[in-house]
């Protein structure tokens, strides 16, 4: 157990639609990821906070969004969900930005 | 830009036999890290090893072990003695020294490992 939770662990919804992905980070870890696993597009960085600031951004589509809170805990929105965007969805945390990152259990979206 | 590649889509072995995951890396910086992580079937992504460029000293922990070169810009991840529970899908990946911690990975290599 890496310490990070993630919430839902599956989430199955319709094209057109939105969904919230929840990750609470390690105790103590500032910095918090998201990262996206298919089967044609491998695992991709999508975004990073830094307590409660956006670090860095990847391939991370217009449609999705997201925000690190107060209280350490960050939400992916993903909205307008096309076919394309089933995946296992990953939040990593770690303490600083330049340590290692552990990472949760992820949530597997099917979009029908 | 920074690739990673693992050429070993898939590989099976045979219980209590060595078995050696490639790890190729391109990248422009000269100070970096780079990871191994496992994914068993259950999902989770667990990490490793990490190794700094810096340090070209080789890496062993209980049957795994690390070569990495610089020369050849190779970070090979060797399990000695491979037990069925070893049987994952193996990450290698590569993090720039910069503002910014994103994790870029490698495609993976499926190790099954039958008893």
Redesign the interface.
Known sequence: D?GVTQTPKHLITATGQRVTLRCSPRSGDL?V?W?QQSLDQ????LI?YYNGEE??K?NILERFSAQQFPDLHSELNLSSLELGDSA?Y?C?S?LR??????????T?LTVL | AQKVTQAQTEISVVEKEDVTLDCVYETRDTTYYL?W?KQPP??????LI?RNSFDEQNEISGRYSWNFQKSTSSFNFTITASQVVDSAVY?CALRR?N???????G??TRLMVKP
């Open positions: 890496s910095s990821y990262y491998g695992l991709q960085f990073q670090r860095a990847g296992l990953f990593a770690s930005t330049v340590s290692e990152q552990f990472f949760g259990p992820g597997r | 990871f992580y259950s999902g989770e992504l667990v990490f990490r990450f020294n503002a910014g911690n994103m994790l870029t990975f495609g993976g």
